[in-house]
C-alpha cells in the first residue's frame, strides 16, 4: 500500500514496485481520478487497487481502512501527509 500515490514520490514509488514486479498494490491518495489514470496507465491494472482518503481526516481514514479486505498487508509506504500551506 502506498499514500501519496497520486503524484510526486507516491506516484514515482508506485511505478517502480510495479516495475519490479508487484503482484497486488493498493494507492492511495484523494484524488479518486489521479489513481484511476495511473492504475489504467501501469502495464497490469488488474494487480491495482485504488484507495480514496484524506489524510487530514484521521478518523475517516481509520473508518474507511476497514473497509479494505486484506489477508495481509507486505508493505506500507506511508507517504501521504499534509502540507501546512
Request: hydrophobic share 35%.
Amino acid at each position: 500500500m502506498i499514500t501519496g500515490a497520486s503524484s510526486g514520490i507516491g506516484e514515482e514509488l508506485f511505478k517502480e514496485v510495479m516495475r519490479r514486479g508487484a503482484q497486488k498494490v493498493i494507492i492511495a491518495a484523494r484524488s479518486t481520478d489521479k489513481l484511476e489514470t495511473l492504475k489504467k496507465e501501469c502495464p497490469h491494472p488488474e494487480r491495482v487497487q485504488v484507495f480514496t482518503l484524506d489524510l487530514s481526516k484521521p478518523y475517516e481514514c481509520f473508518e474507511r481502512a476497514k473497509s479494505l479486505k486484506l489477508d495481509r498487508l507486505d508493505y506500507l509506504i506511508n507517504n501521504g501527509g499534509v502540507s501546512m500551506r
